[in-house]
């Protein structure tokens, strides 16, 4: 069976402060990986994607950036973070094709201040 | 660029109710789906429908993609039910941008 974690499950950061939030997926390969944000109250927005290994395609400018060092490892990173960043980021991951479903982590919860 | 909107924004239920959640796009959509929101923000695919009717369990989904809308009917709602329903299409073939609505929160009381 797939699993996805997601880590860490919430962190509260200071305002400059560097971040990196993790993504595995287990049980799949080489799956479609994805990173969405959603504001408090806000609609979920698609920042990246990746089909393969070392290729990441960013959707929305955010300040933040995403790598995909292993085919089941999505990574989301920024050097200085913005009070802007403060929501809830979601991994997903989805196999290639058109027609196929979106399956979400559990979520990381991060407050900046 | 590509809009969903759903409608109504809330519901309130008393168990035992029905309810119908409306999706409209504003783009042909090569993928269309159905997802639950936890109140505690965990998201779960329900269906994945981009023309015709599907069902599981008591959740009906009807895409009519000609006139880009999407219906998603729970029936017999209980309060496990409560929670925000989103809406998302994929309006480019290969699953790369998945574009979410605004959501409908549903709140089923016992």
């Known amino acids: 069976a797939q699993t996805i974690h997601q880590w860490p499950v919430a962190e509260i950061k200071a305002v400059g402060s560097p971040l990196s939030l993790g993504c595995t997926i287990k049980g799949k390969s080489s799956p479609n990986l994805y990173w969405y944000w959603q504001a408090t109250g806000g609609t979920l927005q698609q920042l990246f994607y990746s089909i393969t290994v070392g290729q990441v395609e960013s959707v929305v400018q955010l300040n933040l950036s995403a790598s995909r060092p292993k085919d089941d490892q999505f990574i989301l990173s920024t050097e200085k973070l913005l009070l802007s960043h403060s929501g809830f980021y979601l991994c997903a991951w989805s196999l290639r094709g058109s027609q196929n479903t979106l399956y979400f982590g559990a979520g990381t919860r991060l407050s900046v201040l | 660029g590509q809009q969903v909107q759903q409608s109504p924004a809330s519901l309130v239920l008393q168990e035992g109710e029905n309810a119908e959640l409306q999706c409209n796009f504003s783009?042909?959509?090569?993928?269309l789906q159905w997802f639950y929101q936890s109140p505690g923000g965990s998201l779960v695919s329900l269906l994945s429908n981009p023309s015709g009717t599907k069902h599981t369990g008591r959740l009906t989904s009807t895409t009519v993609t000609k006139e880009r809308r999407s219906s998603l009917h729970i029936s017999s709602s209980q309060t496990t039910d409560s929670g925000t329903y989103l809406c998302?299409?994929?309006?480019?073939?290969?699953?790369?941008?998945?574009?979410f609505g605004t959501g409908t929160t549903v709140s089923v009381s016992p």
């Open positions: 783009s042909t959509a090569t993928q």
């Open positions: 998302a299409i994929d309006p480019y073939q290969g699953g790369r941008a998945l574009i």
